[in-house]
C-alpha cells in the first residue's frame, strides 16, 4: 500500500525538551510538508521541502526545526524554543511542479506539553 | 485580514438536506482550489479540486468557483451522517504552497 505513515500517533512532551516527529512516505514524492492545526486556525505551514538536503520555512518555522537527508523521509524537530507546541501535527507529500500537484496527507501526531 | 476566510460553524442540518459550504479569498493570484474533507482525529483528504472559475460536479458534490467575486463554494446533496466532519478549503498560486481555510464543522442529524 502506498501512502504516508506518521509516528507516533500521540505524544507528550515535559517543558523544555525536544521531540522529534516521524513521517515517512512510500509514494516516491519530491515535495513533503509539515503543517500544525489548532482548533478555529485550519492548518498552517511550518517547514516544506522540495527535494533532498533543501528546505524552506514556512509561516510559522519558529521553534520548529527538519531534515531532508532521504527523499522518504522528512522529520520534524519541536524544540524547546517554540512556547506553544500543544497542537495536531500533519505531514503532506506531493509531486512537484507548475501544475496541480495534490497533496496527501498522513494521519497526524497529537503532541501535548505537560 | 487572513488570505482565506471560512466560517468555522458548527453547521447542523438533518439528513437528506442541501448543504453549502463556503470560502472567500483576496489574493487574486490564487488558480487552483481544493476542497479537503477531515474526520475526527485523521488527516484531510481531498474530496475536490478545480482550475480557474466554473463548476465541477462528482456524485453528490459539486464546487463552484466565482474568481470575479473572489468566492469558492462547495455543495453537498442529500446529505447523509457520514458526511459529518469538518470541511476545509484551500487555494495555491503558482508554487506547490497551500493556503488553507479554518474549516467548518459540519453535523448532519439522522
Known amino acids: 500500500d502506498g501512502g504516508i505513515t506518521q509516528s507516533p500517533k500521540y505524544l507528550f512532551r515535559k517543558e523544555g525538551q525536544n521531540v522529534t516527529l516521524s513521517c515517512e512516505q512510500n509514494l516516491n514524492h519530491d515535495a513533503m510538508y509539515w503543517y500544525r492545526q489548532d482548533p478555529g486556525q485550519g492548518l498552517r505551514l511550518i517547514y516544506y521541502s522540495q527535494i533532498v538536503n533543501d528546505f524552506q520555512k514556512g509561516d510559522i518555522a519558529e521553534g520548529y526545526s527538519v531534515s531532508r537527508e532521504k527523499k522518504e523521509s522528512f522529520p520534524l524537530t519541536v524544540t524547546s524554543a517554540q512556547k506553544n507546541p500543544t497542537a495536531f501535527y500533519l505531514c503532506?507529500?506531493?509531486?512537484?511542479?507548475?501544475?496541480?500537484?495534490?497533496?496527501?496527507f498522513g494521519p497526524g501526531t497529537r503532541l501535548t506539553v505537560l | 485580514q487572513k488570505e482565506v476566510e471560512q466560517d468555522p460553524g458548527p453547521l447542523s442540518v438533518p439528513e437528506g438536506a442541501i448543504v453549502s459550504l463556503n470560502c472567500t479569498y483576496s489574493?487574486?493570484?490564487?488558480?487552483?482550489f481544493m476542497w479537503y474533507r477531515q474526520y475526527s482525529r485523521k488527516g484531510p483528504e481531498l474530496l475536490m479540486y478545480?482550475?480557474?472559475?466554473g463548476n465541477k460536479e462528482d456524485g453528490r458534490f459539486t464546487a463552484q468557483v466565482d474568481k470575479s467575486s473572489k468566492y469558492i463554494s462547495l455543495f453537498i446533496r442529500d446529505s447523509q451522517p457520514s458526511d459529518s466532519a469538518t470541511y476545509l478549503c484551500?487555494?495555491?498560486?503558482?508554487?506547490?504552497?497551500?493556503?488553507f481555510g479554518a474549516g467548518t464543522i459540519l453535523r448532519v442529524k439522522s
Open positions: 484551500a487555494m495555491r498560486s503558482d508554487g506547490n504552497k497551500l493556503v
Open positions: 478545480t482550475y480557474s472559475s
Open positions: 489574493n487574486s493570484a490564487f488558480q487552483y
Open positions: 503532506a507529500s506531493s509531486t512537484y511542479g507548475s501544475s496541480y500537484n495534490e497533496q496527501f
